[in-house]
């Protein structure tokens, strides 16, 4: 069973208007910023899928700390993207699994990704805090784990954020962050916290030092929530006066080697229940002979870019930049979220803090994507109903 009781409470008491309502307040809370689909739904897990999203998490995690995986990491680091002064752990920690079924149907959460990256904290509070205005989402159900509330959830988030700067002093740094589809994260981020989005374009450079302008008055830059995705970074011609490799007088959250260590890259690391079999394709003497259950990837793309989920010998053949590419065995997603226009498929984003100091992080909150096409990200799936983004509520 992949989804509790409440779904059919849920579904007998759907009205459009509501949603509708319910989508009109995000927007207006959002400063009319969201430029990607929310589902009509949440996701409402069983137990059962639920202690199976949280030991593969946990599993997980705890795999990729292990001296094994830990001790490689670095060699995903191209030599002239290595950035100075990299912290012992990153501060965020992200990971996506599939909701399947094992032969017997029981859940079996399926790795797809992982990331050493910021995700959208704050929309996902914002998100909870919208849908218990609209919908009768019972007082049990939450979207938090570790045992954490709303409240102590946003005190973690503005701890690792801020640590004993003043908020004007942090900046969200991000590539001309009023075109990202995700700017709604970045203004709630604002809203709840006092941290300005900014372009790394504004930013200024002497000597160790970075600063930026805010009500005409400039500031010096001690924390910087980074928000750039690199792979964006090199498809755009933007001037700027830092380098991501200078030796800066700043704190990174996260410092931007996570990016590359913490990715796709760990994914043929993995020997767990959890992780489908993968493979880096520059080390491959020989293609899977089942190749057409394959999907390939890019190491470094975000948002679904360069996947390929069709594979062909001839379209793995053309590839020259090998190196950057993994096969990923396919996973079979269950139609978990029985909605009224059919089964959908879902995927959860665990998400994890990681404060300084912790041994290991902590699993805080979730996302969950929806979709009854080939692709889950919600740049995929703008139209169809009962489809894109949300969050999932657990007993």
Same mark, same amino acid.
């Given at each position: %069973?992949?989804?509790s009781?409440?779904?059919?409470?849920?579904?007998?008491?759907?009205?459009?208007?509501?949603?509708?309502a319910?989508i009109?307040?995000?927007?207006?809370?959002?400063?009319? &910023?969201?430029d990607?689909?929310?589902?009509?739904?949440?996701?409402?897990?069983?137990r059962?899928?639920?202690?199976?999203?949280?030991?593969?998490a946990?599993?997980?995690?705890?795999?990729?700390r292990?001296?094994?995986?830990?001790?490689?990491?670095?060699?995903?680091?191209p030599?002239?993207?290595a950035?100075?002064n990299?912290?012992?752990?990153?501060q965020f920690?992200?990971?996506?699994?599939a909701?399947?079924? !094992?032969?017997?149907g029981?859940p079996?959460?399926?790795?797809?990704?992982?990331?050493?990256f910021?995700?959208?904290f704050?929309?996902q509070?914002?998100?909870?805090?919208?849908?218990?205005?609209?919908?009768?989402? #019972?007082?049990?159900?939450t979207?938090y784990?570790?045992?954490?509330?709303?409240?102590?959830?946003?005190?973690?988030?503005?701890?690792?954020?801020?640590?004993?700067?003043?908020?004007?002093?942090?900046?969200l740094?991000?590539i001309?962050?009023?075109?990202?589809?995700t700017?709604?994260?970045?203004?709630?981020?604002? !809203?709840?916290?006092?941290? &300005?989005?900014?372009?790394?374009?504004?930013?200024?450079?002497?000597?160790?030092?970075l600063?930026?302008?805010?009500?005409?008055?400039?500031?010096?830059i001690e924390?910087?929530?980074?928000? /750039?995705?690199?792979?964006?970074?090199?498809?755009k011609?933007l001037?700027?006066?830092?380098?991501?490799q200078?030796?800066?007088?700043?704190?990174?959250?996260?410092?931007?080697?996570?990016?590359?260590?913490i990715?796709k890259?760990?994914?043929?690391?993995?020997?767990?229940?959890?992780? #489908?079999?993968?493979?880096?394709l520059?080390e491959?003497?020989k293609?899977?002979?089942d190749?057409?259950?394959y /999907?390939?990837?890019?190491?470094?793309?975000f948002?679904?870019?360069? /996947? %390929?989920?069709?594979?062909?010998?001839?379209d793995?053949?053309?590839?020259e930049?090998?190196?950057n590419y993994?096969?990923?065995?396919? /996973?079979?997603?269950?139609?978990a979220?029985?909605?009224?226009?059919?089964g959908?498929?879902?995927?959860?984003?665990?998400?994890?803090?990681?404060?300084?100091?912790?041994?290991?992080?902590?699993l805080?909150?979730n996302?969950?994507? %929806?979709?009854?096409g080939?692709?889950?990200?919600?740049?995929?799936n703008?139209?169809?109903?009962?489809?894109?983004?949300?969050?999932a509520?657990?007993?």
């Amino acid at each position: %069973m992949l989804e509790s009781d409440f779904r059919h409470t849920f579904n007998a008491s759907f009205k459009p208007e509501v949603y509708e309502a319910f989508i009109a307040d995000l927007k207006a809370r959002g400063r009319n &910023a969201l430029d990607f689909r929310v589902s009509e739904t949440p996701f409402f897990p069983s137990r059962e899928l639920t202690q199976e999203l949280v030991a593969a998490a946990q599993g997980i995690a705890d795999e990729l700390r292990s001296e094994r995986i830990w001790s490689r990491l670095h060699r995903a680091i191209p030599l002239n993207l290595a950035a100075p002064n990299e912290d012992a752990h990153p501060q965020f920690l992200q990971i996506d699994f599939a909701v399947c079924e !094992d032969q017997n149907g029981n859940p079996l959460p399926q790795l797809i990704e992982l990331q050493g990256f910021p995700t959208v904290f704050a929309f996902q509070a914002l998100l909870d805090e919208t849908a218990r205005r609209h919908y009768d989402i #019972p007082a049990p159900l939450t979207s938090y784990f570790s045992g954490l509330s709303r409240e102590r959830y946003l005190a973690m988030l503005k701890e690792i954020l801020l640590g004993d700067c003043a908020p004007e002093q942090t900046i969200l740094l991000e590539i001309e962050p009023e075109k990202q589809k995700t700017r709604i994260d970045f203004y709630a981020t604002e !809203d709840y916290f006092g941290i &300005a989005p900014v372009c790394l374009t504004d930013v200024k450079k002497r000597g160790k030092k970075l600063f930026y302008r805010k009500n005409g008055k400039e500031i010096p830059i001690e924390r910087i929530y980074n928000r /750039v995705i690199f792979d964006e970074l090199d498809k755009k011609n933007l001037a700027f006066e830092f380098s991501f490799q200078d030796d800066l007088d700043v704190k990174w959250l996260n410092h931007p080697n996570w990016f590359l260590k913490i990715s796709k890259y760990c994914l043929p690391l993995f020997q767990s229940k959890y992780a #489908p079999k993968a493979y880096f394709l520059s080390e491959l003497e020989k293609y899977p002979d089942d190749l057409e259950n394959y /999907v390939a990837k890019p190491l470094f793309s975000f948002s679904g870019g360069g /996947v %390929m989920v069709d594979v062909t010998k001839e379209d793995l053949d053309k590839i020259e930049d090998r190196a950057n590419y993994l096969l990923q065995r396919k /996973v079979n997603y269950a139609p978990a979220i029985q909605t009224p226009e059919g089964g959908t498929k879902v995927e959860v984003r665990m998400m994890f803090f990681w404060r300084e100091g912790d041994e290991k992080p902590t699993l805080v909150n979730n996302l969950v994507r %929806m979709s009854r096409g080939k692709l889950i990200n919600t740049m995929f799936n703008k139209v169809q109903n009962w489809t894109g983004s949300n969050i999932a509520y657990h007993l």
